[in-house]
């Protein structure tokens, strides 16, 4: 089977598995986990534009992700409809994107990740600290979730459902830049920026509107994730928040579509599910991020693509061998 | 009207004075060759032209418009392209995503984030035209990784050439070649039409000698001598810089 097809066909069973998930898993703990899993990984996505495509690592991902959650809690709780509070907590997310895009591309590298952690601390802070806006430490409470074309998200099920609309969307969005020239110029200003220059390309600019798009993508993730919990504290703007999802893009496999993804999974079922037989299931994250780091180093994705292939030559090759042998 | 006017550039690194009042100026269509020992400034002298760095002071005009103020990217689309002397490609991609990115560099469509850039037939073609050029579009699709030193110093060529550019700007583009590689880019760059203004840094005088229609002889960031070919070799100030005396 050649690469395509092989692709596709998982893609078809990937996708074919994601829209029956309710109707065999049946337990609504389980479907709330694959929720979880589905909006994470669309912050996962997000940020794998900045690290895996523009080879910039961010670590203040977690205080946009917060702005659209937090946007959207403070708008509903000011009385404002679900229409109002998304598009304005994507609007401020973008703008918010901004200035952090502003601030942390005049520097690449150690100097960019230190800038997006300071930023994303100051967000943390705020949303800590500011209590008349924020309610401190308390956090925010949402009392509904939005019911779009008149069909309530209150449940498990429809909220799946909409979560997974809302992946597949980002998803395809992720899939078509990669492939347009605008992803590879966005691939070129990481491998080679001073050539890119050279070849009439504004980098600052590319790395700027990529900036916003993972932006972009980052609010959507915190307004879904604000709405499953029906909650949002200051916890959520945490450093840890930051690096949970950056580990979700590296073990997953950077500048993959599925690395995102699979890393989310991960990291959302080890929470959950091993969280529910062993009290310190941060070990158990630990041990298996240096397992993959360490035999997998590229990300598990790319990683077991890899091993799939030696598999298959080191299948066919005692044909070879054999055919040899009879030469005289 | 001169393709590329230098007047009066200078340029510091801290205490270090590597350009000093440099004079340029080259003829549309000429073949200038700069060259000079090592550290004579001659990569820095590029790096200004092309804008990679600013200079403290003087000017650069290219076919009579200052750009001295114009950022690098912008002179790209102004007509002109560099190579790099120490080769600087992109090395997860194939040889023909390189070519395809240099000609992406001054088209709109660098911004489209929906299309599909592989199907984009004409850069696709016009690419494989560029490779056919410098004889690599046989191995169009190999990965850049999987290509010899020789081959990656023709696709900087094909690179820059596929830009179409009015000033190409070559940064030795012999080093560590082989002979036979030598002579091939040597044939190469003898196909380039007359419409473009060619300037070539060299360290090695003899590689590149007949190529040039006028030669700069640059020692720690000054012009010592310039003149015609027959002219700068004959010239005592050339010996004694690489001779010593």
């Known amino acids: 089977m050649s690469a395509a097809a092989t692709r596709g066909a998982f893609l078809v069973v990937a996708l074919a598995i994601l829209a029956t998930l309710p109707a065999w898993v049946g337990n609504t703990y389980y479907i709330n986990i694959a929720s979880q899993i589905l909006l994470f990984a669309v912050f996962a996505l997000a940020l794998n534009v900045l690290v895996g495509y523009g080879g910039l690592v961010s670590l203040g991902h977690a205080g946009l992700f917060a702005v659209g959650g937090y946007t959207t809690a403070l708008m509903l709780q000011a009385g404002q409809g679900h229409l109002a509070a998304d598009l304005a907590a994507v609007a401020v997310t973008l703008a918010m994107s901004a200035v952090f895009a502003v601030l942390a591309l005049r520097a690449t590298g150690i100097g960019f990740l230190m800038i997006t952690l300071a930023l994303g601390q100051i967000l943390w802070g705020i949303a800590y600290r500011w209590a008349n806006l924020t309610n401190g430490d308390n956090g925010i409470n949402v009392t509904t979730r939005p019911a779009p074309f008149g069909i309530t998200l209150a449940t498990a099920t429809p909220f799946y459902y909409a979560t997974l609309a809302v992946f597949l969307v980002a998803l395809a969005s992720m899939a078509l830049l990669v492939r347009s020239p605008f992803g590879a110029s966005l691939c070129g200003t990481r491998d080679q920026p001073r050539r890119m220059t050279a070849l009439g390309y504004n980098v600052w600019l590319i790395r700027f509107l990529a900036f916003l798009f993972s932006g972009f993508w980052s609010g959507v993730a915190g307004i879904l994730f604000v709405y499953y919990n029906q909650f949002i504290s200051p916890q959520v703007a945490a450093l840890q928040t930051s690096a949970e999802v950056l580990l979700m893009v590296i073990s997953g496999g950077t500048a993959t579509l599925a690395g995102p993804v699979v890393g989310a999974a991960i990291v959302v079922i080890t929470k959950n599910v091993v969280s529910a037989y062993i009290v310190r299931w941060n070990l158990v994250l630990g041990l298996v991020f240096v397992v993959i780091i360490t035999f997998m180093p590229e990300g598990l994705v790319p990683g077991s693509a890899r091993l799939w292939r030696w598999t298959w030559r080191r299948r066919a090759a005692p044909v070879k061998t054999a055919t040899a042998g009879e030469r005289p | ?245």
């Open chain 2, 1 to 245: 009207m001169s393709a590329l006017l230098v007047s009066g550039l200078t340029k510091s690194f801290g205490g270090l004075r590597v350009t000093k009042g440099v004079d340029l100026a080259v003829a549309p269509g000429e073949r200038r060759l700069i060259i000079g020992p090592n550290g004579a400034g001659k990569t820095t002298l590029f790096n200004l032209i092309t804008g990679e760095i600013a200079p403290d002071d003087g000017s650069i005009a290219l076919f009579g418009r200052d750009i001295t103020r114009t950022p690098c990217r912008r002179r790209v689309h102004l007509g002109m392209a560099r190579t790099y002397q120490i080769i600087t490609l992109f090395p997860r991609d194939t040889i023909l995503r390189n070519v395809t990115l240099a000609l992406l560099g001054l088209s709109k469509l660098r911004w489209n984030p929906f299309l599909a850039l592989d199907r984009e037939h004409d850069l696709v073609v016009r690419a494989r035209a560029a490779l056919a050029r410098v004889g690599l579009d046989d191995i169009a699709e190999r990965p850049l990784g999987e290509t010899s030193y020789g081959e990656r110093r023709r696709v900087e060529i094909a690179m820059a050439m596929a830009q179409e550019p009015k000033l190409l700007l070559l940064d030795e583009p012999f080093a560590g070649l082989s002979i036979d590689e030598r002579r091939d880019v040597r044939e190469l760059l003898r196909t380039i039409p007359r419409d473009v203004t060619i300037v070539m840094i060299e360290h090695n005088m003899d590689v590149a000698l007949d190529f040039a229609d006028r030669i700069t002889l640059l020692h720690f960031g000054e012009v010592i001598v310039e003149g015609t070919r027959a002219e700068v070799v004959a010239d005592p100030r050339t010996r004694e810089v690489y001779l010593g005396e």
